[in-house]
């Protein structure tokens, strides 16, 4: 096997796959990179064991051939080379590494017992989105998908393909977030929607891979297993089985109170009242609304503040208490200037949304206090 290839390209490509790279994986064979010669190039593959990426490098292939190398010891090499590296892989599967003077040998191994690429075989929908719309809703629900693997259906994110419109739904039974993304969709004949649950932690690699340009990704769903595929590279993880709690009945179809304010002096005021807020045994910050004026108070042992900003509101007083980093993450991935806080009692979840539309949709439960 005998290839060159650029640093900077090869470079850009273990930079993909490195994703699927678990610092302690659960295999010895997962600590390595398959690297195979193909059309016009070499393609790339890693994988945990949950999920695989593969991506494409142009190369000149000299002689074909494909080879197991350690993986972040190949990484680390390669950021320290320039310009054309040549990378030869002899019969006993021992790589030589070349490059301006620069002569390594490194250890690999036979191909043969590397996982195969788990294709989807079995499609249920297929969908395209432009990478900078699925990198921004994916970013904005990561924050409500829950950790905690007891629930594990959980730890995954909805994603709903409905007549012209992609939903993706996090919750972790504190946070309710929903990204609504416009988009030409194809679904199948007599359904309303179909959907599939995606794990939260291999959609956040995903996603982090993905440029912040119009180029399409494309996702493919089948019964088990999902697909998303953009540029050069093709990304491979198990669905997660089960049925996802009805989003849907959680969020309040009416409410009894609302206030319009900027999304930038909300954040500010919570984010210094978080600094005394985290201080205390609750980590809690409390709200109090009056005729166009919010009042934000924290108090601990160490100190209180007291935050106050306009808002447009003209209901009666209403006084109500969340959890602070719950409320901040939730502040934080709105993204219009102006937002909407609604309420029914200061015991039952309070939607957060746009002051029109619905981009976005954020549900955060409030903590019960003694007043």
């Known amino acids: 096997m005998h290839f060159s290839v650029n640093a900077a390209e090869i470079n850009a490509g273990m ?7 678990n610092v302690r994986p659960i295999r010895d064979i997962y600590a390595n990179v398959m690297v195979e010669t193909g059309e016009e190039g070499i393609w790339l593959t890693c994988t945990d064991g949950e999920m695989t990426i593969r991506t494409h490098v142009n190369a000149t292939v000299v002689e074909e051939g494909v080879v197991l190398l350690p993986a972040r010891l190949f990484g680390d090499l390669l950021r320290k080379l320039d310009g054309e590296v040549d990378i030869r892989i002899d019969q006993n599967f021992r790589a030589e590494i070349s490059s301006q003077g620069s002569n390594t040998h490194m250890v690999g191994l036979e191909a043969s017992e590397f996982p ?79 959907s599939a649950i995606i794990p939260g932690r291999m959609l956040g690699e995903f996603s982090r891979m993905m440029g912040d340009d119009e180029s399409a990704a494309s996702v493919v769903c089948g019964k088990s297993r999902f697909s998303i595929s953009f540029g050069e590279t093709n990304c491979y993880s ?5 049925e996802f709690i009805n989003y849907k009945q959680i969020l309040p179809k009416a409410w009894k109170s609302e206030v319009l304010l900027r999304r930038d002096d909300f954040i500010s005021a919570i984010d210094r009242a978080s600094l005394i807020a985290r201080e205390g045994k609750t980590n809690l910050v409390r709200l109090s609304l009056t005729q166009n004026q919010m009042t934000i108070t924290a108090n601990a042992d160490m100190g209180s503040v007291k935050e106050e900003i306009p808002v447009s509101y003209t209901d009666h007083e ?26 029914n009692s200061n015991v039952s979840p309070c939607i957060i949304a746009p002051p029109e539309g619905d981009m976005f949709t954020y549900l955060v439960l409030p903590v019960r206090v003694m007043e």
């Open 238 to 242: 198990t669905l997660l089985s089960g």
């Open 116 to 194: 195969d690429v788990p294709e989807v075989m079995d499609p249920q929908f297929r969908v395209e989105i432009p990478q900078n719309k699925l990198k921004d809703a994916i970013g904005r629900v990561m924050f409500a998908v829950s950790a905690d693997e007891t629930r594990r259906i959980l730890t995954g994110v909805l994603m709903e393909i409905m007549d012209n419109e992609i939903r993706l739904v996090g919750l972790d039974g504190f946070r309710l977030a929903l990204q609504r993304i416009s988009q030409k969709t194809d679904i199948p004949d007599g359904k309303e929607s179909v």
């Open 15 to 21: 930079g993909m796959v490195s994703h699927a790279i």
């Open 318 to 343: 209403f006084k109500i208490a969340f959890n602070a980093r719950y409320l901040y993450d939730v502040i934080r991935n709105v993204f219009t200037d102006e937002m909407c806080m609604r309420f």
